[in-house]
């Protein structure tokens, strides 16, 4: 990479060196960093906010007091208020993205989430304020949930798009990477300020303190974000003159069967992924009495494997292909939920952390393709909107609910191999639409779908 | 013994395929041992583990297959390539070849005094030999081999 155009800055040149389908990789490994810490924020606020001793904490700072239960299922309707507003948000930005950049859109998403989770931290109790102290709460989350909409869609596409095509696998798996890495620091957080603290401080003022990391975070990743260009991939759109119009049209009226598609297979990433990290820890404390600590550390070491695991699995799927994957993934969710509940029953450690830890291992081989796999089904002009739509669409359907859905259900039931059956459900609904999406693996992310498209990575599976 | 060339085959081929039918075999010895877990568990985690082995396989078959085929279309590009470069070699060495003596024959232009005058595109004949200049010269070549026949022998 060459800066002879005199006094452009580095970064600039690298943009534009991009644009001519040259692969800077100290630029694509930037951008994955700026896209990936997104979503380490956005989960890093799970891990905090559904830790177990934080669930019931906040049910009743922010509420009337009450039994635990009920402390914690208000929780989870918080965790479900967020979602609500996801779609809107992917219905902003992601069209907004599509006209204007992914990387103006992505500063702007980044700044927001993590404003609004440091915005918690701040925000008086119900003691002090009484009835709008849960009416602002409920406020900042709904904050929360429309810059997250933009935001997944938007990292997603930037790394897609900047990605080398026979590594997209590699690098798009550094995003659920992001997921997992800002789960684990939250949930992690969480259990050391609560052993460092006590339970009293911790539930005086001690909560606070890890819903105030995030602005922190958040500001370094904005730092990060302005640093790089646009993506090669919209850049060479804009050059060509082929932006969409009204992306939000073009996405609605010629990519809705895709959307659905997309839908088909988020369903049961979402099930599984919310159900494994935000609602396990809360089931193994309320439901398998299990205590606090162990909860934790269970879900952090089933999570600590899985990141080492993630970045293997991606580059396998540059190898393979996508699509095996998925599909593993699936069919182990329909062979196997049931026997992981049952291990988890037996009340032992060691059999509830193998339990855990096979949902767990299903699961990373849904996250380490999905980075590459989802932004591949749509054309770079109405990438970002219609990946945002769709995907969020489904998680606000599925994964806002999974918590509250089966924790209900369980206490309806009285059988808690609810999340089993859930699973198994998803599983074989979501088999369908990975079977019908073609293989994207080694194609480049601007010939997908096109007569001009080379031949897929792997078996076609 | 004479191994029949089907079998033959079959052994050739599971010797390129060592290794995954090794995985195979290991997942499959994995699979019976959950079978000693309770039904409950132990028969859907080997019927995933066989899936997983069968299906793996399957992949391993296929990639073999496109690999073989993306390696042979290697060679043939490098064959193609290093033929040309030779024939970017030859050229480049100013060997004529057929193909060029065809196309750059050109017409041999006269000396000016074979020219005819009034004639540009006309040439003058040649001048005969005569009989006594063709005796001469027979007469001249016979004393220039007998000096040669003397010169081998005294050597």
């Given at each position: ?7 452009a ?22 951008a994955?960093?700026?896209s990936?810490?997104?979503?380490c ?12 001793v934080?669930?019931?904490?906040i ?10 239960g ?25 069209p ?22 440091f ?12 009835v709008?102290?849960?009416l602002?709460?409920?406020?900042v989350?709904l ?16 790394i897609?798009?900047y ?9 798009g ?15 992690g ?16 003022w ?27 991939a919209?850049q ?6 082929e932006?969409?119009r ?8 010629h ?7 997309l ?29 606090d600590?162990t ?20 580059a ?12 593993t ?10 026997p ?43 990438r ?26 369980i ?25 019908l999406?073609?293989?994207t ?21 | 013994?004479?191994?029949?060339r089907?079998?033959?085959t ?14 195979v075999?290991a997942l ?16 859907p ?18 990639m073999?297959?496109r ?12 064959r ?64 220039e ?11």
């Open positions: 990479m060459s800066a002879h155009s005199g006094a800055p580095g970064h600039e040149r690298a943009g534009a060196a991009l644009a001519k389908d040259e692969v800077d990789l100290p630029t694509v490994r930037k994955v960093l700026a990936a810490m997104g979503n924020i956005e989960w890093f606020d799970f891990g905090v906010f559904s830790a177990g934080m669930t019931s904490i049910g009743t700072v922010f509420f009337p007091s009450g039994e635990s009920g402390a914690t299922l208000r929780s989870f309707a918080l965790i479900a208020a967020a979602f609500i507003a996801r779609p809107f948000g992917g219905m902003f930005f992601g907004l993205g599509d006209r204007i950049g992914r990387k103006k859109v992505l500063a702007a998403t980044i700044l927001l989430m993590s404003g609004s989770t915005v918690i931290g701040i925000l008086p109790g119900y003691g002090t304020i009484g709008a102290a849960p602002l709460l409920l406020l989350r904050t929360q949930g429309f810059s997250t909409g933009g935001e997944y869609g938007g990292a997603a596409t930037m897609a798009e990605a080398p095509t026979d590594r997209r696998g590699f690098f798996s550094f995003l659920e990477l992001g997921t997992l890495a800002g789960y684990i620091m939250g949930a957080l969480v259990l050391l300020v609560d052993l460092g603290l006590g339970e009293d401080r911790m539930h005086d001690g909560w606070r303190l890890p819903f105030l990391v995030a602005l922190p975070l958040g500001l370094v990743g904005l730092y990060v974000r302005t640093r790089i260009e646009d993506t090669p919209f060479r759109m804009e050059e060509e003159g932006k969409a009204s992306p939000l049209k073009e996405t609605l009226e990519h809705w069967r895709t959307i659905v598609t839908i088909g297979i988020v369903l049961l990433l979402n099930v599984a992924d919310y159900t494994l990290l935000t609602f396990m820890p809360s089931y193994l404390v309320d439901f398998l009495d299990m205590d600590v909860a934790q550390l269970i879900t952090i070491g089933v999570e600590a494997v899985m990141i080492a695991v993630i970045v293997p699995l991606g396998l799927s540059d190898r393979i292909g996508r699509k095996p994957l998925l599909t993934a699936a069919i182990g969710f329909a062979l196997l939920s049931f992981a509940f049952a291990l988890m029953q037996t009340g032992h450690p060691a059999g509830v952390a193998l339990g855990y830890a096979i949902i767990g291992g299903l699961l990373v081989l849904i996250l380490a393709v999905i980075g590459a796999t989802f932004p591949a089904m749509f054309p770079t002009k109405v970002y909107g219609a990946f945002a739509i769709g995907y969020n669409v489904s998680t606000s359907l599925f994964g806002g609910t999974a918590a509250v859905l089966v924790g209900s259900l206490t309806v039931t009285g059988t808690n191999y609810v999340p089993a059956y859930y699973l198994v459900l998803v599983a074989l609904v979501a088999l369908v639409p990975i079977r999406i073609p293989e693996a080694k194609v480049p992310i601007d010939r997908i779908g096109t007569p001009q498209a080379p031949e897929a990575a792997g078996s076609g599976a | 013994m004479r191994i029949p089907r079998v033959n079959v052994l050739d081929w599971m010797e390129k395929h060592f290794v995954a039918l090794a995985v075999v499959v010895a994995v699979a019976l041992l959950a079978m000693l877990a309770p039904p409950l568990v132990g028969l985690v080997a019927g995933f583990i066989v899936g997983l082995a069968v299906g793996g396989f399957l992949v391993h078959v296929r073999s297959k690999v073989a085929r993306v390696r042979a279309d290697v060679d043939d590009l490098l193609e390539n290093g033929a040309l470069r030779h024939r970017n070699t030859v050229l480049a060495s100013g060997v004529i070849t057929r193909e060029a003596q065809e196309t750059q024959a050109f017409v041999a232009i006269p000396e000016e005094e074979d020219i005819l005058d009034g004639d540009p595109q006309g040439t003058a004949a040649l001048p005969e030999l005569i009989d006594d200049l063709l005796e001469e010269d027979a007469g001249k070549a016979a004393d081999d007998e000096d040669t026949a003397k010169n081998h022998r005294r050597a």
